[in-house]
């Protein structure tokens, strides 16, 4: 190899004039550059009005701080329209592109530029964005979209870019399928298409009073069907955070989701292949010792699970997800000494909503990686006819599915009732959880033995009256005692542990310090190549 050896004058006039050349088309690139910010920037006094931030200040606040940003295609669509009033050329195709450093990881970032023609596509706008969703899946980059989009511009339409446009459905599924979290936030208007966006999205969070999400709004409804209604009934944060299950976060502004959005990005614990970097032990806010008394001995007396979870994870904090939707089902991330961590958990019976909601979250936590923590506590799925047309079997389907086909590490700890199907939608033994806890309290049974001496009883009444012979008491009395008996023999701790039913019984005032070593064994593993087994038989 030999060094170049540099014959460059740069006292030539060729030299001087090439120079002065390239600042002039340089100038001109960060003038149309300026021309579509200053577009955007005139909607300001709008959006201040509104309690909103502008476009690029969202951006701003998404990123690290001193961090850089890598802009995408700022030129897309340039001379593919007229100048606007003030006589510029706007550039960019409506959205905002580029990549940056979120929470420590490079993630690729998609903004609506809202402040121009409230966010509809541009022309160009599909290419680009097709384009960085190519970027992405390429470089395994997070996708992360800053959503607020008056939709297509119908007075422009083109068949073609609405056939083509279908691409940026796919590429979304298939960042997802890869493993590449897509993470939105909702910022304002997502329509027909941009409703698809929000819908193929693996997190979800929607700015109260501002974002909306539907196929068909109002207009468009009362145009097909007939039908009158508001778009907050159609489609409004609050309604797909508590009653569709599309949204899994309910922002109170702007800043409020920009935050929910970093947390969201910290917790897929993105580097996790990387040295890891020295952190302060932040031990939970609560003592261990209160880990001894919140849970009842009655398995039937409610308990807010979130009391536990205080006491167990870093510094008490914990990432509720989805948490006005399925109530009674608690899904979110904490860490349990700096280890990423996705807890499932129940305050009372799971619902059809529920098990949807705990479905979508494991699969979250299968796509970044992230290891599973059940605390089972739970007197097992609702019954009743409402619950049953709401697709009970369906969602509880789903929820076991997706704990049975777990890509990664699970954990489940039995902290009370496990009873009925919950069990096994909670990770019971059957599902083979890496390791399986229990404390002292933990009962596990098909049902309760209240509930099962009743349904037996309610069986026995109707095989009398088939019959047309009076009731003997005294037989169901005798009934009721056995059962009652045999199911509580069997549902103690002492009984499921003494048949290897869990890994052990431990000390509640442990659990932080014993969970942390079963999540570093398991995170472990994973660094440790093994050789392929053999079957072959071996020469004598």
């Known amino acids: 190899m030999a060094v170049i ?97 979120i929470a420590g990881a490079r993630c690729m970032i998609c903004a609506s530029d809202s402040g121009i023609e409230a966010g509809a596509f541009q022309p160009m706008g599909l290419e680009k964005l097709l384009r960085i969703q190519e970027i992405a899946l390429e470089n395994k980059l997070p996708f992360v979209q800053l959503i607020e989009s008056g939709g297509g511009n119908l007075m422009n339409y083109k068949v073609e870019n609405f056939v083509i446009g279908g691409k940026k459905y796919r590429n979304l599924a298939k960042l997802s399928a890869a493993g590449i979290p897509v993470i939105t936030v909702a910022h304002g208007s997502a329509t027909a298409g941009g409703a698809y966006q929000i819908g193929l999205s693996d997190y979800v969070i929607m700015v109260d009073g501002h974002a909306k999400a539907f196929l068909a709004g109002p207009a468009l409804l009362k145009a097909a069907t007939g039908e009158d209604a508001t778009e907050e009934e159609l489609g409004g944060a609050r309604m797909h955070c508590s009653v569709s299950g599309l949204g899994d976060y309910l922002a109170h502004d702007d800043r409020d989701a920009i935050r929910i959005a970093r947390e969201v990005i910290a917790l897929l614990d993105w580097n996790k292949q990387s040295s890891p970097m020295p952190s302060p032990d932040r031990p939970p806010r609560y003592d261990a010792e209160d880990l001894m008394g919140i849970m009842p001995i009655d398995s039937n007396r409610a308990v807010d699970m979130r009391e536990i979870i205080a006491r167990i994870v870093d510094d008490s904090d914990f990432q509720d997800f989805a948490g006005q939707y399925g109530r009674e089902t608690v899904c979110g991330k904490a860490r349990i000494d700096n280890i990423a961590v996705g807890i499932i958990t129940n305050n009372g019976p799971i619902d059809p909503a529920g098990a949807a909601k705990a479905a979508h979250f494991i699969q979250a936590c299968c796509q970044s990686g992230t290891p599973l923590l059940y ?80 349904t037996m ?84």
């Open 457 to 540: 009883e309610t069986v026995t009444r109707a095989k009398f009256a088939r019959r047309n012979k009076p009731v003997d008491e005294e037989l169901l009395s005798t009934q009721r005692n056995k059962i009652v008996g045999n199911f509580e023999k069997q549902a103690d701790v002492f009984a499921t542990s003494a048949r290897l039913l869990d890994d052990g019984v431990i000390d509640p005032r442990d659990t932080r310090a014993i969970l942390a070593k079963a999540l570093r064994i398991c995170l472990d593993a994973q660094d440790h190549a093994t050789n392929p087994l053999s079957f072959a038989v071996p020469h004598p």
């Open 5 to 101: 050896e540099s014959s460059l004058r740069r006292t030539s006039e060729e030299f001087k004039n090439n120079q002065k050349a390239m600042q002039a088309l340089l100038d001109r690139v960060r003038h149309i550059e300026a021309d579509t910010r200053q577009a955007s920037e005139s909607s300001r006094q709008r959006f201040e009005s509104r309690g909103q931030l502008l476009p690029v200040e969202r951006v701003g606040l998404l990123l690290d701080h001193d961090s850089d940003f890598l802009e995408l295609a700022s030129l897309a669509g340039y001379g593919f329209k007229q100048p606007d009033r003030q006589g510029r050329e706007i550039a960019g195709g409506g959205l905002i592109a580029g990549i940056g450093v």
């Open 375 to 454: 605390l089972n506590n739970t007197t097992g799925f609702m019954v009743g006819r409402s619950y049953e047309q709401s697709g009970s079997i369906t969602h509880g389907s789903m929820m076991i599915q997706a704990e049975a086909s777990a890509s990664v590490p699970q954990i489940t700890l039995f902290c009370g009732a496990s009873f009925g199907a919950g069990h096994y939608a909670m990770c019971g033994r059957a599902f083979s959880p890496r390791f399986c806890f229990s404390w002292p309290n933990a009962r596990c049974a098909v049902m309760g033995a209240e509930q099962a001496a009743n």
